[in-house]
């Protein structure tokens, strides 16, 4: 499309693109939500479904995303705007981007208070976790959620940073932060991971993430399987989108969807490996849940060789993960204002910050003050985080499928995705019928028709 491609900004190379984007996939969800899946859904049962779901549904959505957002040119919104006119299709379609732009800012608001959890327990890293027991480690954890002004200090300070960093622009604020915290991260995996092989039980981890079990596979499984693919690629929620408006023509974004899938991935696995390989090595149990890293983890860090240098490193490398994708969800909705409403970069960069600080406050909230404020059963994180990754990722993710697949013309799609032949078409019935009827079925799980 001759869209006006050279008034906005451009990531400087491909290799950034990537950067950026696998700082955006590789967050809380790999390293927090991932491991712990993995622990309550019977191990290598779920890594085997969800690996499936990475190849069959994630990547092709991965793809459509960015082509959505690079032929668009545009905010989610205007994105989306500027391909339906160009498939004669109707201008409702902007409501995706809408979906994409709000979704993402609400999940920045508890995304801010959980990366604030994070960084709590790095300056208790740094104390040690020396002579703890399973007992004060649940105690000093429980100390931290009844507690607003450490959980509403924490969110801010991380609201912050990333305001910080958002600020200074794509490439300047960006694609720097992540030139930074990116290498550093896969540096501290690389680390753990060796800790892994050589000082604690890589074998019982292996064992536990890849030991073949199919009879293990039930629907639950399939289903958190699939939402976590949505949620780590950090799928239909207009970053994908928005990041992908910024890449140059000419750059194949099957080959670049594909290394950014294989880094997300590949975290996942050594995080999960090495997460195993310690509490393995120290007879702890791994279906914990979501307290995994926050209470077993620490409990082995106490008891292992070197185990406070490990810990150290081990909730930086949490916190890097949380901020780079914590950026990725504040540009859809600063491009937005800017584009739309002529708003400065600042103001709106400020704007959006502040409107999830804002709700944060309330989810840093719902778990001491404000416990008791339900709706449908679900206190104001679990509602926000059903709302979004349960129901906004999956729905904008179907709409994407559904317009990539069926609504734009055949050959704009190949025109800008830039595969020919065989690999085309494999790519084109992934998005055309794998991913909606998968999708479908998660949704008539999450409303409770099945499963
Ligand atoms: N992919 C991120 C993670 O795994 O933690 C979360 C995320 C980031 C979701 C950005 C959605 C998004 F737009």
Redesign the pocket.
């Known amino acids: 499309m001759s869209s006006p491609s050279s008034v906005r900004a451009h990531w400087s190379s491909r290799w950034a693109f990537i950067l950026v984007t696998a700082g955006?996939?590789?967050?809380?969800?790999?390293i927090w939500k991932f491991p712990y899946m993995t622990g309550t859904n019977g191990g290598s049962a779920f890594v085997l479904v969800y690996l499936a779901c990475i190849v069959g549904i994630g990547v092709p959505l991965l793809m459509a995303e960015t082509m959505l957002g690079r032929r668009g040119q545009g905010n989610p919104v205007d994105a989306m705007r500027s391909v339906a006119t160009e498939a004669g299709a109707n201008q409702l379609w902007q409501v995706v981007g809408a979906i994409g732009i709000l979704g993402?800012s609400l999940?920045l608001s508890f995304y801010s208070v959980v990366a604030g959890w994070i960084l709590d327990y790095t300056v208790l890293a740094v104390h040690g976790f020396d002579g703890m027991s399973k007992d004060s480690l649940s105690a000093i954890f429980s100390a931290l959620l009844a507690d607003p002004w450490r959980l509403i200090g924490w969110h801010s300070l991380f609201m912050l940073l990333n305001l910080l960093v958002v600020i200074g622009g794509v490439t300047g604020g960006i694609e720097r932060a992540n030139k930074i915290l990116m290498p550093a991260l896969f540096a501290i995996v690389l680390l753990l991971l060796g800790y892994g092989i050589v000082a604690a039980d890589m074998a019982a981890a292996v064992r536990f993430m890849f030991h073949f079990e199919p009879q293990a596979i039930s629907a639950t499984v399939i289903l958190s399987a699939m939402g976590h693919a949505f949620?780590?690629?950090?799928l239909g929620?207009g970053?994908i989108m928005t990041y992908g408006s910024y890449l140059e023509r000419g750059t194949s974004i099957a080959r670049t969807c594909l290394y950014i899938t294989l880094a997300d991935t590949g975290i996942a696995l050594l995080a999960g490996l090495s997460i195993f390989a310690i509490v393995f090595a120290q007879g702890l149990e791994p279906a914990a849940g979501p307290g995994l890293i926050l209470q077993t983890l620490p409990l082995a860090f106490s008891q292992m060789p070197m185990g406070n240098i490990v810990g150290v490193l081990f909730f930086v490398l949490v916190a890097f993960a949380a901020w780079t994708?914590a950026i990725?969800?504040i540009e859809p909705a600063t491009s937005f204002l800017v584009e739309r409403t002529g708003l400065g970069r600042k103001p709106a960069v400020a704007a959006v910050c502040f409107v999830a600080w804002f709700i944060g406050i309330a989810v840093a909230l719902s778990f001491n003050l404000w416990s008791e404020i339900k709706l449908f059963g679900l206190n104001i994180f679990d509602l926000l985080d059903t709302l979004t990754t349960k129901m906004l990722m999956p729905l904008a993710g179907l709409l994407i499928a559904l317009f990539a697949g069926w609504v734009m013309k055949r050959a704009h799609v190949a025109d800008e995705i830039g595969l020919q032949g065989g690999a085309f078409r494999l790519w084109y019935g992934a998005v055309r019928y794998v991913s909606p009827v998968a999708i479908a079925l998660i949704f008539l799980n999450v409303i409770g028709v099945i499963g």
């Open positions: 955006s996939a590789i967050g809380l969800g790999n993402a999940i949620f780590t690629l950090s929620m970053a994708s990725s969800l």
